[in-house]
């Protein structure tokens, strides 16, 4: 509480100003940029250790092209933040990484962002070469806007073979199994769901499978295209009972709110043994890999979320990141170029580099390279869950409009630990701006 | 010049609060002598040009740039709207926003009334020249030298409900969800920034009691006041100007508390503990809102320079009255 501990006010909104200042202008250095064309394609891509597939792949597509490509990253969390504030000036690049869905809505809102029908148009393999259901999650009003690149993210049920064998359960296959085995692990004294309540956004997982299961994949897309009644639904009622029936049955301990999942708090809870189940996006897998090596192979166990009997959602649905996707500028001066590249994200070379990786892409070629997986069992699993799922929902946080992040997060956390009840929930989740 | 304060000259070095003395007391030409030998004049406008550049270019233009920004909507992308009082109507009827304004008003105060008599005794206890005091008091200092998020991050660790502290220590933490109760995450939102800034305050009250003239402290002995009476009725006293320099950079810091919040709670649970700092970053930075992060960062502007100004007025800080009288 002093002098250092402080945000420079000015220079944090002064930032936001000067940036104002310059897109006015128009002025602003940096080595990048499509606007003034350097007979460059730029591609910028979140900063992090698959960047080296990324760059490996811009090696092979310098070797044939004319019009050379660049790798731009920007490491760390704030990728979406800066990628806002450079999108609509200079230094804006030709290729962007992105999550499809609501993350990249603004920028087709602001008119800057380039369908790609006509690309398919001159090479339908431009789609055919995907899984539709994930190729369907970067269209917006009809058009496609995004390429497959990097990995699919559907969230799964992990537990603990070695704790849910002690307390006598298997893997539930159905909610009233999980709440059995709920009641069974807390019996046995450990916590029964691992839960990083603090990050908020695991809390998520929970609302988007239980909607799904009870609703069924129809009701999430009403709400998002603007027909908030749909909150107030009966289906959308009994979910958010399921949720407070699970909570109520301690199935998440008590101090779910003080552990994180992204200060490997829930992780470590699942892998010591003191929780036995925890919901999550495939990434886990790898978590666990690093942090836990010994746990991962022998007791780390994954199995699809559990059916609700007579909801109208199939237990096949999935939801999670359904990939990352490569959006292309309107402004690009290079299309014939940015297409080629594009290609590229269904090579062979493209499939087995990810899954060397640990990621796992959604191309029909897929299944070939299995053998070249960390875990080709794990990779297999989840490649066919992907392909058979009738429907795979983006995460909501993700289809949301990036404003609506904070307080969707808000809103699940205190509906989990009762500081919101259920109207209040229906209220927060109605009021979400969903443009 | 009066004879007066060329007496004081000649006697133990000023204290740091008559160095920038307005005029009043000075001389009648109304420029106070600066201590800095007889005759010699205060420095020309000249010297303050840069830094006059300096803070009108990185602090004077932004602010207006945001004061600006704060009647419009604009979302980063494209050309900004100027919308009138819209953001403004919307932020007074925010419920999170007057929270915010609160809890960093409450922040502000647990911090001032927690730091301020721990290191003003910390302080004054190693003002002392024995060998030990000097030690630890060198100890006592290392949380000065790390980052704010660095010592966040620690904390956040120590305090893991199942794998830190709590853990261990059930039957003073019970289930260790610090992180999940409003009450608790203030407390360690105060707990960490004492912890970290307490030693700053120190030195600056270390500083201040090995000013005060041992000429007191024997006079006081000879008339047979203790340690404790000594205190009370002479280093208080003389620490005062101190006290007040210490208590705006906490206000001022408390007010604009932001990392602490961003590691250790990021505003949870719910919205409360989001400060308004944070809650300008969230809004600026993950909602894209900068209309309203700009209204609430004027926002905290202004409560700020209010505090501070009212703390000056009810302190008599600005009359700079000398901590030397009764000598």
């Known amino acids: 509480m002093t002098l250092r501990a402080r945000l420079p006010k000015s220079v944090a909104a002064g930032g936001a100003a000067l940036a104002l200042l310059l897109s006015l202008s128009g002025c602003g250095g940096g080595s990048s940029a499509a606007g003034d064309d350097d007979g460059k394609i730029h591609v910028l891509v979140y900063g992090d250790s698959a960047n080296k597939v990324e760059k490996q792949l811009i090696a092979t597509f310098n070797k044939k092209s004319k019009v050379k490509a660049v790798l731009d990253t920007i490491p760390g969390a704030d990728y979406q933040a800066k990628l806002q504030t450079i999108i609509n000036s200079k230094q804006a690049p030709d290729v962007f990484f992105n999550w499809g869905g609501g993350s990249i809505k603004p920028f087709v809102d602001a008119n800057l962002l380039m369908p790609l029908d006509d690309f398919i148009a001159d090479d339908p393999t431009l789609r055919s070469k995907f899984l539709p259901s994930v190729f369907n999650s970067a269209m ?29 359960v298997k893997a539930p296959k159905t909610w009233a199994e999980l709440l059995d085995a709920v009641k069974a692990l807390k019996a046995k004294g450990i916590t029964p769901i691992a839960l990083g309540g603090g990050d908020q956004w695991p809390t998520l997982m929970w609302f988007e499978y239980l909607y799904d299961r009870v609703a069924g994949p129809g009701l999430f897309p009403k709400a998002l295209d603007g027909n908030t009644t749909v909150w107030e ?20 301990g008590t101090n779910f709110d003080s552990v994180k999942f992204t200060d490997k708090g829930s992780p470590t809870l699942l892998a010591t043994g003191k929780a036995g189940f925890e919901l999550m996006g495939s990434w886990e897998y790898s978590t666990q890999q690093d942090a836990h090596p010994e746990f991962a192979k022998k007791d780390l166990g994954y199995t699809t979320f559990p059916a609700v009997k007579g909801g109208k959602g199939n237990a096949d649905n999935l939801v999670g990141n359904t990939n990352n996707f490569y959006s292309v500028l309107k402004k690009t001066e290079h299309p014939e170029a940015v297409a080629d590249f594009l290609k590229l994200q269904y090579s062979d070379e493209f499939v087995k580099e990810q899954l060397g990786i640990g990621n796992l892409p959604t191309t029909t070629n897929t299944p070939d390279y299995f053998d070249k997986a960390a875990s080709p069992e794990y990779a297999k699993f989840q490649f066919d869950l992907v392909k ?18 904070t307080a969707m997060h808000q809103a699940v956390q205190q509906f989990l630990n009762g500081q919101l009840d259920e109207g209040g929930f229906i209220k927060a989740m109605q009021a979400l701006p969903i443009s | 010049m009066s004879t007066e304060t060329l007496l004081k000259r000649e006697r133990a070095a000023p204290p740091p609060a008559s160095a920038a003395r307005r005029g009043g007391r000075g001389g009648p030409d109304g420029r106070g002598n600066r201590g800095g030998g007889i005759g010699v004049d205060r420095p020309g406008v000249g010297w303050a040009v840069p830094a006059a550049i300096f803070f009108g270019l990185f602090a004077l233009v932004p602010l207006v740039l945001v004061a600006v920004l704060s009647f419009a909507t604009w979302n980063g992308l494209s050309a900004p709207e100027f919308t009138g009082l819209d953001n403004w109507k919307k932020l007074f009827d925010d419920p999170v926003l007057l929270k915010s304004l609160w809890l960093s008003v409450l922040l502000t105060v647990l911090g001032v009334a ?25 100890i006592y200092f290392v949380p000065l030298l790390l980052s704010v998020a660095a010592v966040s991050v620690l904390w956040r660790a120590v305090l893991d409900p199942n794998f830190g502290v709590p853990a261990q220590a059930k039957w003073l933490f019970g289930d260790g969800n610090l992180f999940g109760h409003q009450a608790s995450a203030v407390g360690v939102l105060v707990f960490v920034s004492t912890w970290q800034f307490t030693p700053l305050h120190t030195l600056l009250y270390q500083g201040a009691a090995r000013a005060v003239p041992q000429v007191l402290y024997q006079a ?26 210490s208590m705006i950079l906490m206000v001022v810091g408390g007010l604009t508390t932001f990392d602490t919040v961003l590691i250790l709670t990021q505003g949870g649970p719910g919205t409360d503990t989001t400060i308004s700092a944070y809650y300008m970053y969230q809004k600026a930075f993950k909602s894209f809102d900068y209309g309203t992060a700009s209204a609430i960062g004027l926002l905290l502007v ?14 008599g800080y600005d009359k700079m009255r000398s901590t030397m009288e009764g000598l």
């Open chain 1, 233 to 252: 639904s009966a289906e959308s009622k009994k979910a958010l009972g399921m949720i407070r029936q699970l909570a109520k049955a301690g199935a998440f």
């Open chain 1, 140 to 168: 917006l009003e009809g058009k496609s806007y995004g390429v497959p690149m990097r990995g699919t993210q559907p969230v799964l049920l992990f537990h603990n073979k070695k704790a849910l064998d002690e307390a006598g």
């Open chain 2, 220 to 245: 006081a002995q000879i008339d047979g006041a203790g340690t404790v009476r000594q205190f009370f009725h002479i280093t208080l006293p003389q620490l005062r100007n101190s006290i007040i320099t």
């Open chain 2, 302 to 315: 202004l409560v700020a320079t209010v505090i501070s100004l009212v703390m000056v007025r009810l302190s």
């Open chain 1, 388 to 405: 058979k799922a009738p429907s795979f929902q983006l995460s909501w946080d993700q289809a949301y409009p990036q404003s609506a992040a």
């Open chain 2, 114 to 138: 927690v730091q301020t008599p721990l290191s003003i005794l910390l302080g004054v206890w190693a003002a002392g020249h024995q060998r030990n005091r000097a030690v630890l008091s060198a």
